[in-house]
């Protein structure tokens, strides 16, 4: 599987942005299509966004369309989540994930994904 880990996360107030990374050990993440997933305190864990595996496809959760953008550098073997425009609501710990198989366009589901990342905090403060 693919090892990833995620970067980025911290405190920031409401209004603000941040920009978490994902990359993997194994330097092969630039094959695989890739997902974003957050958990809030208290709740089950959520869809946020997906790219395919070349960039030519995304797809977002309707909470953060607009605001947030994902991006990918398959040069540096990295996946983006750009967030602007952040409210109180996006605080969670940001999971990045990798699809099962390479080549592929992503999902909004978290079963699809083989390989997850061991979380980012991300505090939006009001």
């Known amino acids: 599987q693919v090892d990833l880990v995620e970067s980025g996360g911290g405190l920031v107030q409401a209004g603000g942005s941040l920009r978490l990374s994902c990359g993997d050990s194994?330097?092969?993440?630039?094959?695989?299509?890739s997902g974003w997933f957050r958990q809030a305190p208290g709740k089950e864990r959520e869809f946020v966004a997906t790219?395919?595996?070349?960039?030519?496809?995304?797809y977002y959760a309707d909470s953060v369309k607009g605001r947030f953008t994902i991006s990918r550098d398959n040069a540096k073997n990295t996946v983006y989540l750009q967030m602007n425009s952040l409210k109180s609501e996006d605080t969670a710990v940001y999971y990045c994930?990798?699809?099962?198989?390479?080549?592929?366009?992503?999902?909004?589901?978290?079963?699809?994904?083989?390989?997850w990342g061991q979380g980012t905090q991300v505090t939006v403060s009001s």
């Open positions: 194994g330097r092969t993440l630039s094959k695989y299509a």
């Open positions: 994930a990798a699809d099962r198989a390479p080549l592929g366009y992503g999902s909004a589901q978290a079963f699809a994904f083989g390989s």
């Open positions: 790219i395919s595996w070349n960039g030519g496809s995304t």
